[in-house]
């Protein structure tokens, strides 16, 4: 069965410092690999995706992520944290052999402070 | 891009009622899914509304329960029925498309119902 482990609920950073939000997955095929973020009171907002290629996939706000299939990895990171930065982030994975479902993980808060 | 929005935004119900969620997309999408938050929890997949036929649950869920409608490609609805307060969460619906580029094997969201049963 496919599964998602975000190992910290809470990452916390001081504004301008590097951030790294990890995140493990477990697929029997290939994956497609998603960061999403959720605001306080909004949905959620998509960040960037791994399909296949570059492992070092770039999105939105200056995220970046990089899959390593040896270590069933895809960590989310930014070189320097704001404090708008701080949400709830979300990794998902989906089988593609298994059709079009998203398995989420349980989500990691990040809190930059100023 | 597309705009993806929901009604209501948030709604307070008593116990034993029906809320009907509403998801409006200003393109046509082939995909249209519902999701449940519950209140620090991740996010479950409820079903996979489909246009013209039932909808596809996932374990656990029901259609009794959550009646699902999509009459075309644009909108879908979600009922909660006779809601207890274990229903309270945040709905939301998302939506991906294989004819649009940016929504190529990407799920895209709507911005939540949060609902709360008394």
């Known amino acids: 069965a496919q599964s998602v482990a975000q190992p910290e609920d809470q990452v916390n950073v001081a504004e301008g410092n590097p951030l790294t939000v990890k995140c493990t997955y477990s697929?029997?095929?290939?994956?497609?690999l998603f960061w999403y973020v959720q605001y306080p009171n909004r949905g959620l907002q998509f960040l960037l995706k791994?399909?296949?290629?570059?492992?070092l996939v770039k999105g939105s706000y200056g995220f970046e992520a990089e899959f390593n299939k040896s270590q069933t990895s895809f960590h989310l990171k930014k070189p320097s944290a704001l404090v708008s930065d701080s949400a709830l982030y979300f990794c998902?994975?989906?089988?593609?052999?298994?059709?079009?479902?998203?398995?989420f993980g349980k989500g990691t808060t990040l809190s930059v402070s100023s | 891009s597309a705009v993806i929005s929901q009604k209501p935004s948030r709604d307070i119900c008593q116990r034993g009622t029906s809320l009907t969620i509403q998801c409006q997309v200003d393109?046509?999408?082939?995909?249209m899914f519902w999701y449940r938050q519950q209140p620090g929890q991740s996010l479950t997949l409820i079903a996979t509304?489909?246009?013209?036929?039932?909808?596809?649950?996932e374990s656990g869920f029901v259609i009794d329960k959550f009646p699902i409608s999509r009459p075309n490609l644009t909108f879908s609805t979600l009922t909660v029925s006779n809601m207890s307060p274990e229903d309270s969460s945040i709905y939301l619906c998302?939506?991906?498309?294989?004819?649009?580029?940016?929504?190529?094997?990407?799920?895209?969201f709507g911005p939540g119902t949060r609902l709360t049963v008394l």
């Open positions: 998302s939506v991906e498309s294989s004819g649009l580029a940016e929504f190529t094997d990407t799920q895209y």
């Open positions: 697929v029997s095929g290939n994956p497609y």
């Open positions: 791994y399909i296949t290629g570059d492992n």
């Open positions: 998902a994975v989906r089988d593609i052999r298994a059709g079009t479902a998203l398995i």
């Open positions: 393109s046509q999408v082939t995909m």
């Open positions: 509304a489909n246009q013209g036929s039932e909808a596809t649950y």
